[in-house]
């Protein structure tokens, strides 16, 4: 039990909505019998439980906004 309770603690709070987010996807299919609402709820669970994301991690963003260049200046000293 002790293990569930751990796994548990380390969820993000996306996969919290992920996981929400299918049992209401779930709920809509129950109710209205389309197959659309099961196919997008399985997907969102099996990528709350095992913690998956985009594929080839395709949506990561790129860190080239972090990287600014460094742009170094020189004091201008006139010759006298």
């Known amino acids: 039990m002790e293990q569930i309770k751990n796994y548990f603690k380390s969820w993000s709070a996306i996969r919290i909505?992920?996981?929400?987010?299918a049992g209401s996807l779930?709920?809509?299919?129950y109710?209205?019998?389309e197959i659309l609402f099961l196919a997008a709820g399985i997907v969102l669970s099996v990528q709350?439980?095992?913690?998956?994301?985009?594929?080839?991690g395709s949506c990561s963003?790129?860190?080239?906004a972090a990287k600014k260049?460094?742009?170094?200046?020189?004091k201008y000293e006139p010759q006298k």
């Not at 963003?61 to 080239?64: L, Y």
């Open 17 to 21: 909505i992920r996981i929400v987010l």
């Open 69 to 74: 260049p460094e742009i170094k200046i020189k």
């Open 48 to 56: 709350a439980i095992f913690n998956l994301s985009c594929p080839g």
């Open 31 to 33: 109710y209205n019998h």
């Open 26 to 29: 779930g709920m809509a299919y």
């Open 61 to 64: 963003r790129d860190n080239a």
